[in-house]
């Protein structure tokens, strides 16, 4: 299957020979983005920064990460207090520095400390813009210094106060100094060889930092965000002409001017941005230009940077724009929407959009483009960019990137019924295509500059020779250079990499001696005298791939006795059987008879089901269909062993040749306890690996047991275990009549089997599925006691998958997973197997997420079988990595799905992921939906409680009471808790939560319930022992009458009276006592307690001192407040004696006005 886009194309127009390059995406970083969980509503990045080595991504929490490049692994996460990460900069000449802006004003910089294998440390901070936001910061990498501007139009610099300077360098410089202030916000800065470039809304400044001289670049003033950037003649930092500064002005104009500040020429690019714009080459949508000519564009280039080769790069928020500055060319402009900022490195872009996404976008010349796209297998991608840039590839230089043999391969994987026009358009580009030329053919080895291949239809591959002198069967000499070609080809992957590995771990036992050594000279195209009825004696040259292929060629030298050998072999095979024209005669007869005998079966059963007394009898159902069934296997079931209908001469030799065979897989299962195939152990939680077999499960898969284990170890172990092994194996399915043969061999499982054992017409096939499938999904929900001589679900699913509807099986095995674990893992199986030889499995086996989720994208629309198939590779392979981005596959897997193949902490990453995708207001509904059973909400419940949460030793008591601010601690899915306790319930779930919350410490919630369920009394008792007043805030549970003010007064008086208990242990997470001494101790703390006096005043403020004081009387409890409570009281008093008057003087006013206007 092509992995391109999968719908039908129009016609791809020309760009004009003018345009060279392309903005690609190759990459997708919204999996980075999941697994930094910056994709969530609440977390977002705001600023990014690109160096050779990382790429620096600040969040609106105040967090850095910095994530290694290669790989794109996260190697640091640099938190900070001071507000969120407003501007990032990475120094270009040390990686172990870097500099961040937050939104509090704060500038400091980070020393990595990446050679001494140290915690990084923040060496420096400035707070010169303290109430400022900062605009741009910049490098200056000779001394370490860190340039910033701020909106008020102040510039200063930071000195890196860094171990790598000397002591001396240090005693004397300022870290912090004011360079200037400038008339207006800072847009951009810029550093280069001593010269320091200030950008703001009305002109732009050149500043000398070693002799403090300062220029105006032009006279002109401008009114807006216009960058300048400093742009390098020569590639070599030492040596050359100074760079030039390209300043922006308004209406798509660039001041280019010399490193002295002089104004030398301006550039207009209005009327050059009236070309087309071309467009973004990505996996995400299908590339579309329109060739329509455009009106000019009036743009304000906010920014400009120096990017790649002598190219100057500016953006809008919907569109990138790059230059050719020197010669004054548009080199490319494309569409992109929603463009924040972008951070460049050499050719590569990184752009940061206004949702918070990223995107990693590449600028290369076109042939380049499409020879990355071909090594990704992205063939319609790589088609179009073909046909779009037929200029580019044409010419002979293009050979080396692109060679005419990668383009003919390109065209086979291309189908003919969805992309008719794509492919036409490639064939004309193919015949345009110039060979390398002879100057740079010299400089090759002579096979790989003229020889190539291309792949017939029935699979095989031609070699053709492009030498003058050499005709196309020419190909013997082929044998002896293959050396060469083979290092010329090892590019081409057509075939997955394991076939390669498996045919060296079989050995040469599993090889046939007739392809070993063939005759010297034998051509490559062999004219057997016999058939390819045999196959024992194939040449098998054709391979899945090349570098298997080359070897195949290489071993082409078969000796001749050999030959003699396997056709005497044959003659006596044939002379000894009987005529195959006439068994196949008899076999195709036989065969339709069948056929006709289940078509009957079928439409007599299909008949009989649509009887209402029938279909709503399950017994009678279950009849029908077990006659069918009867049908069915007699027809398409296993064959039993034993059961073979040859006999005579024929039935010998393969006999001798099954004799022939190694004996070592039935050596190594003799004496062993029948296992079943189907036994499941739970995937590792970090790797995704599957983890190691116990021993005696290897010997039943014919593996040796590990070296140093003691057998005599695990003897107890399988007594123990003995009991469990039968009921699994029992469960699961086995060959019908399978059982122990001669005593000693042990049942072997039953494969899955994906495809019929002989074709069947369509209309058959589908008459089939539906009684198949219905007869399953009765199994499955069949009382575990199986009936003697009844296929189990499980054997069935496993026997007769092909049959089945796949997303049926699905969903039975959902819903009877718990009284039947094994169907989901026979189904998981056979949709495994029937996707195998899908192109994003060899994606997968190589082991990298992004490039497989990439694939899976490519695969929609997707089928959910299939779709969970590949997501089970996926979690076997990366683990919890893999589950958190399996949110973007909602709704075809669904969390009843992740459940069944994830560990549970795994599954809870997976949930609040798929949750936080949403916006924050359809949070709620969007999890209710999820919720099919009300079960489920308290397994969630439980599940989220259980995991990265507080130990119960630290939230509650050794009498099961609240701990003192117990309520402070931090719980991991503390948001998902949140909203499954937000959702409607009836009551008794409610009460089973707020259970499970008060057992848990999940003070939180648990007040929230019991808000809910009325227990107000429960809640003021919560209260009452966390201590905290700031929980009286909320408006459901602050008390409403004065009867329930007076039984939380009373609670707060018993719990103050009470005995503290012992602080729990320190574990790491608990608040030591010292501190809450402190607390205590501090006014402000005294004030957050929840004391009767407290409380009384708290009351005042609703119903006025007096009366405050009133219902504390009625309590039982002293008068004697403190000075600071008699003193808050005092002034409650006046403040309602004056709120009277004042009501009183507004009352009157009324009242004479009224008398007036009645008079």
């Known amino acids: 299957m092509s992995r391109g886009l999968p719908f039908t194309m129009p016609p791809v127009p020309v760009v004009p020979e003018g345009q060279s390059h392309v903005l690609a995406e190759f990459d997708c970083l919204d999996p980075l983005l999941s697994a930094l969980r910056l994709d969530s509503g609440r977390l977002k990045c705001t600023c990014l920064a690109v160096s050779k080595k990382w790429l620096g991504l600040g969040t609106s929490a105040g967090g850095l990460h910095l994530i290694q490049r290669e790989g794109w692994k996260q190697r640091l996460i640099l938190t900070h207090k001071e507000g969120s990460i407003i501007q990032v900069a990475c120094c270009p000449s040390d990686e172990d520095f870097i500099a961040v802006a937050t939104s509090q004003g704060l500038v400091a910089v980070w020393e990595l400390q990446l050679e001494r294998r140290g915690r990084p440390e923040r060496v420096s901070v400035s707070w010169e813009h303290r109430g400022q936001r900062v605009t741009a910061l910049c490098w200056d990498s000779g001394s370490l210094r860190v340039f910033a501007g701020d909106q008020g139009g102040k510039v200063s610099f930071l000195r890196a106060g860094s171990t790598k300077l000397s002591k001396a360098a240090t005693f004397v410089i300022f870290p912090v100094q004011t360079v200037t202030t400038v008339d207006s916000r800072v847009v951009q800065l810029g550093y280069q060889e001593g010269r320091l470039l200030v950008s703001s809304l009305s002109r732009c400044y050149l500043c000398d930092t070693e002799r403090e001289k300062f220029w105006r670049i032009g006279n002109k003033e401008r009114d807006g965000e216009y960058g300048a950037c400093f742009f390098p003649q020569s590639r070599s930092p030492a040596g050359g002409p100074p760079p030039l500064l390209y300043c922006a002005r308004p209406g798509s104009r660039i001041w280019e001017s010399s490193f002295s500040g002089e104004v030398l020429s301006t550039h207009q690019f209005k009327q050059l941005l009236a070309c087309p714009p071309l467009p973004l080459i990505s996996y995400r949508s299908e590339p579309q230009y329109v060739p329509a000519q455009r009106s000019s564009q009036s743009i304000a280039f906010s920014k400009l940077l120096y990017l790649g080769d002598q190219h100057l790069l500016t953006w809008t928020d919907s569109a990138i724009y790059i230059f050719r500055p020197q010669s004054g060319q548009v080199l490319l402009w494309s569409e992109i929407k929603d463009v924040v900022d972008i951070a460049v490195h050499r050719s590569e872009l990184f752009c940061l959009h206004g949702n918070g996404q990223m ?21 319609v991608l790589a088609a179009s960019v073909c046909c779009m840039f037929p200029h580019a590839l044409v010419p002979s230089r293009t050979r080396k990137l692109v060679p005419i043999d990668r383009v003919e391969h390109l065209k086979t994987q291309l189908s003919p ?535 119960p030793s630290d939230t509650l008591t050794a009498d099961g009471q609240p701990r003192w601010h117990s309520h402070f601690f931090s719980w991991g899915y503390g948001r998902l808790l949140s909203l499954l306790i937000q959702l409607p319930a009836d009551l008794s779930s409610k009460e089973t939560m707020a259970e499970t919350c008060r057992s848990r410490g999940y003070w939180t919630g648990f007040l929230y319930l019991c808000c809910e369920l009325q227990q107000r009394t429960e809640a003021f008792s919560t209260i009452c022992r966390l201590d905290d007043m700031s929980l009286l805030e909320d408006p459901q549970v602050v008390p409403q009458t004065v009867q329930e003010w007076k039984v939380l007064i009373q609670l707060s008086q018993q719990c103050s009276t009470e005995p503290e208990p012992a602080p729990p242990t320190p574990n790491g997470t608990s608040t030591p006592n010292g501190t809450a001494t402190l607390v205590n101790g501090s006014a402000e703390g005294r004030r957050r307690q929840v004391t009767p006096e407290n409380l009384t005043l708290r009351l005042a403020q609703s119903v006025g001192p007096d009366r405050a004081l009133e219902v504390l009387e009625e309590c039982g409890l002293p008068l004697a407040l403190s000075p600071h409570s008699a003193l808050v009281c005092e002034l409650l008093r006046v403040a309602e004696k004056r709120q009277r008057a004042t009501i009183q003087t507004m009352l009157e006013r009324c009242d004479r006005f009224l008398w007036s206007q009645h008079a």
């Open 417 to 951: 019924a969805s992309h008719p026009e794509l492919l036409r358009q490639l064939d004309e580009v193919i015949s345009r295509l110039e060979p390398l030329d002879s100057a740079s053919s010299s400089r090759r080895s002579s096979i790989s500059s003229h020889e190539s291949f291309n792949v017939l239809d029935c699979g095989i591959y031609r070699v053709i020779s492009r030498r003058g002198s050499q005709s196309e069967e020419e190909t013997g000499s082929f044998i002896n250079q293959s050396a060469s070609e083979e290092d010329r080809l090892k590019e081409f992957a057509f075939g997955p990499e394991e076939d390669q590995g498996e045919q060296e771990a079989q050995g040469p036992e599993a090889e046939h001696p007739e392809a070993e050594r063939p005759e010297a000279g034998l051509p490559f195209h062999l004219n057997l005298p016999f058939g390819p009825n045999q196959p024992r004696i194939a040449l098998q040259a054709v391979k899945d791939s090349v570098s298997s292929f080359v070897k195949k060629i290489n071993t082409l030298q078969m000796n001749t006795d050999l030959w003699q050998r396997s056709e005497a072999q044959l003659e006596v095979l044939v002379a000894t059987s009987p005529s195959s024209e006439d068994m196949d005669h008899e076999v195709c007869t036989e065969t339709e008879n069948e056929l006709q005998e289940l078509r009957a079966a079928t439409e007599r059963a299909t008949l009989q089901i649509q009887d209402p007394f029938v279909l709503m009898d399950p017994a009678a159902l279950g009849d029908v269909l077990r006659e069918w069934l009867q049908v069915l296997e007699r027809v398409l079931g296993v064959e039993q062993p034993g059961s073979t209908s040859e006999d005579g001469p024929l039935k010998e030799v393969r006999t001798r040749e099954e004799r022939s065979k190694p004996q070592s897989l039935e050596q190594q299962q003799q004496g062993e306890p029948p296992l079943c195939s189907s036994s499941w152990e739970p995937i590792g939680p970090e790797t995704g690996e599957q983890p190691p077999l116990p021993e005696k499960e290897n010997q039943g898969r014919g593996l040796e047991p590990e070296s140093g284990v003691d057998p005599e170890s695990t003897e107890d172990e399988e007594e123990e275990n003995a009991g469990e092994r039968q009921e699994r194996c029992q469960s699961s399915p086995v060959p019908a009549g399978g059982g122990p043969a001669g005593g000693g061999e042990p049942v072997r499982p039953e494969p899955v089997r994906v495809q019929p054992p002989t074709p069947l017409p369509s209309d058959l096939l589908g008459d089939l599925t539906p009684l198949a499938t219905l007869y399953l999904e009765m199994s499955c929900f069949r009382g575990q006691g199986e009936e003697p001589g009844v296929l189990s679900a499980a054997g069935f699913l496993r026997r007769y998958f092909f049959l089945l509807d796949a997303e049926r099986v699905r969903r039975a095995c959902l819903l009877c997973h718990a009284e039947r674990p094994e169907m989901q893992r026979s189904f998981i199986e056979a949709v495994q197997e029937l996707t195998r030889s899908s192109k994003v499995v060899e994606v997968i086996q190589k082991g990298d997420l992004l490039k497989s989720l990439r694939g899976l994208r490519e695969l929609q629309p997707w089928s959910a079988p299939e779709l969970l198939a590949h997501t089970h590779r996926l979690y076997e392979r990366h683990g919890e990595a893999a589950v958190r981005s399996f949110s973007q596959f909602h709704p075809a897997v669904t969390p009843a799905d992740v459940a069944l193949m994830a560990q549970p902490p795994h599954f809870l990453a997976y949930l609040d992921n798929l949750v936080q995708s949403h916006a924050e207001e359809l949070r709620l509904s969007f999890l209710g939906s999820l919720l099919q059973s009300e079960s489920l909400r308290q397994d969630w419940l439980e599940l989220g409680l259980s995991h990265d949460a507080p130990q």
């Open 359 to 379: 995107s990693h976008l590449s600028l290369v010349s076109a042939e380049r483009c499409v020879e990355r796209l071909l090594r990704r297998d992205s063939w």
